[in-house]
């Protein structure tokens, strides 16, 4: 996979890429994510790319030619299976959003800034607007950053434990169980005597009870959720 970053605040994205496990993958060749620097696409002088927004609202928006210079360019050298818009206004991102772009080859994502972007960018070039929650963050960058994370370490071979990624929570909709680590007797605080056993098919039986109960407790929407998708007289 290769994710093309378009911002006009490149080097907030260099510590995340540079430490995380897309570093790991980016190690392996097994992705890569390229940053560009939106202001290196204007024919302005001092590098401009945004403008006041016209009708008067308050606030700067990035101006649709750099945009469009940065993303041709890139077009120019390979196909791209989506051309993503960070955007409060967008679709919410959720794990099975992230399996779906997970199996993408090349994705350009475009992180918004001050009040956004000329919306004819939006029309022209962007085929998905991903939100990553309801509130508002001073760019996409952040949220780019999450969105490659939650993709990357889907790819088969980032993670050193391939199953790891199946178990996480949201992968068949429910949050993942407790997990526990030595030792199993801490001050008193003890790991449930089952997880001790040995015993396979009866931990795979705890695991998914404690899911379901986790579930029910913190989240009663998925709860709901999982309880209909699995039950053919629930409509
Ligand atoms: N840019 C600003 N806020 C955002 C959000 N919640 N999700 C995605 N991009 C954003």
Request: aromatic share 8%; hydrophobic share 40%.
């Amino acid at each position: 996979m290769r994710i093309d970053i378009i911002t006009c605040l490149p080097k907030l994205l260099d510590s995340f890429f540079g430490h995380s496990i897309v570093k790991r993958a980016q190690e392996k060749r097994i992705a890569e994510v390229v940053v560009h620097d939106l202001r290196d696409y204007t024919l302005f002088k001092h590098r401009q790319v945004d403008d006041y927004s016209y009708g008067g609202s308050a606030g700067m928006v990035l101006m649709v030619e750099p945009i469009d210079r940065c993303i041709t360019a890139l077009k120019a050298e390979r196909g791209y299976d989506a051309v993503i818009y960070m955007t409060p206004d967008g679709k919410t991102f959720d794990q099975q959003t992230a399996n779906r772009f997970s199996l993408f080859k090349n994705i350009i994502i475009l992180c918004g800034h001050y009040k956004g972007v000329d919306e004819r960018a939006r029309q022209a070039f962007i085929t998905h607007e991903i939100s990553i929650g309801d509130y508002v963050l001073s760019g996409g960058e952040l949220a780019a950053a999450i969105v490659s994370d939650a993709l990357i370490r889907l790819i088969p071979g980032v993670l050193s434990d391939e199953t790891s990624a199946l178990t996480d929570s949201f992968q068949d909709s429910l949050l993942a169980p407790a997990v526990y680590t030595r030792p199993a007797d801490y001050n008193g605080m003890i790991v449930p005597e089952i997880l001790l056993s040995g015993n396979e098919k009866e931990i795979e039986k705890w695991r998914f009870e404690n899911a379901l109960q986790r579930t029910k407790e913190r989240r009663p929407d998925l709860y709901d959720k999982f309880v209909r998708g699995n039950d053919p007289d629930v409509k």
